[in-house]
């Protein structure tokens, strides 16, 4: 499960930035799969980092794997 959802996105950058990145069908409205995926996948980046020091999952989440999470999504 991801650290952050779609909402912290919209909250840290904007729908408009969102939409950018991720409404690849250009209906105006940002594809829920696509994020998704983006977020899984920086959470498996994530993962493998904090996997060497910390039994995943975590019991809680630190705000600041929230904002890792959003920032290399929308990268």
């Given amino acids: 499960m991801a650290y952050a ?7 840290r950058y904007s ?10 069908d250009a209906d105006g ?3 829920t ?8 996948d920086a959470t498996a980046e994530i ?6 020091r910390y039994d995943l999952p975590l019991a809680t989440v630190p ?3 929230v ?3 959003v920032d290399i999504a929308m990268y």
């Avoid at 729908?15 to 690849?24: F, G, M, N, Q, T």
């Avoid at 993962?47 to 060497?52: E, K, Q, R």
């Fill in 5 to 11: 959802t779609s909402a912290n996105i919209t909250e």
């Fill in 15 to 24: 729908s408009a930035e969102l939409l950018l990145v991720a409404d690849r």
């Fill in 29 to 31: 409205t940002a594809d």
């Fill in 33 to 40: 799969d696509i994020i998704a995926t983006a977020l899984d």
């Fill in 47 to 52: 993962d493998a980092f904090l996997s060497v």
């Fill in 63 to 65: 705000e600041v794997l």
């Fill in 67 to 69: 904002r890792l999470n």
